[in-house]
């Protein structure tokens, strides 16, 4: 009677390269989830290992709790691609500005929105402290590429953004899941990262605003 066991040849998530062995053939594994000798090695060798989970481990070929790899190559292709994409962001960043709106009474002494030019006309504004930008809020651009008068709010991240989604006592509608009533409120959003149950802020009224 036969018995069989399942092989398994790690690689490279972007490329499909296989991890080779000392005489270089295909390295073959028994999980998705390698060993802390294995992960030791390819690190040593350039790789980029990136553990995976084992309390959701689902078997050894599981390819979400398993580790996920980039080969050498990839790695140096993906740290050149961010190095270009910060280069952008910074010269997008340093562009003079249009418009500049106080925020210290609102946020705290340094917070203002900002606008460069085409930033009016996407109705988009910078939300930065001390000159450092932190984020930016838009309307939002519906498919029909009118704009609501709901706004969305993006907190700056390493490479990106990360959405903001409203809280409840700031959103445009009590069943949104993420545009907020007006410019200021995203803008509070994105500077103090409140609590989806915080309340409005003292100042925030639905009658009032000073949104230019």
């Not at 078997?59 to 080969?71: E, F, N, S, W």
């Not at 460069?116 to 939300?127: C, I, P």
């Not at 609501?148 to 709010?153: D, P, Q, V």
Request: hydrophobic residues 35%; glycine residues 6%.
């Amino acid at each position: 009677m036969y018995s069989f066991r399942m092989v398994l040849v790690p690689h490279c998530r972007e490329c499909r390269t296989d991890v080779l062995d000392d005489d270089g053939r295909p390295l073959y594994v028994t999980a998705r989830l390698l060993d802390s000798d294995l992960r030791r090695q390819l690190t040593a060798q350039g790789w980029q290992v990136t553990p995976g989970d084992p309390t959701l481990n689902r078997g050894p070929a599981d390819p979400i709790a398993g580790d996920r790899l980039t080969c050498p190559a990839c790695g140096l292709a993906a740290a050149a691609a961010a190095d270009a994409a910060r280069q952008r962001r910074d010269a997008s960043d340093a562009l003079p500005r249009t418009k500049t709106v106080d925020l210290a009474a609102r946020l705290g002494a340094g917070w203002t929105l900002t606008q460069r030019a085409g930033d009016a006309a996407r109705h988009r504004w910078l939300v930065e402290h001390d000159g450092t930008v932190h984020g930016h809020v838009n309307r939002y651009r519906r498919k029909d590429r009118t704009f609501s008068s709901g706004w969305e709010a993006h907190r700056r991240a390493d490479l990106g953004h990360l959405r903001v989604d409203a809280i409840t006592s700031c959103a445009k509608l009590r069943n949104s899941s993420f545009l907020w009533s007006s410019r200021d409120l995203a803008a509070w959003g994105i500077a103090t990262a409140p609590r989806h149950t915080a309340p409005r802020p003292a100042w925030a009224t639905r009658t009032q605003t000073t949104e230019a």
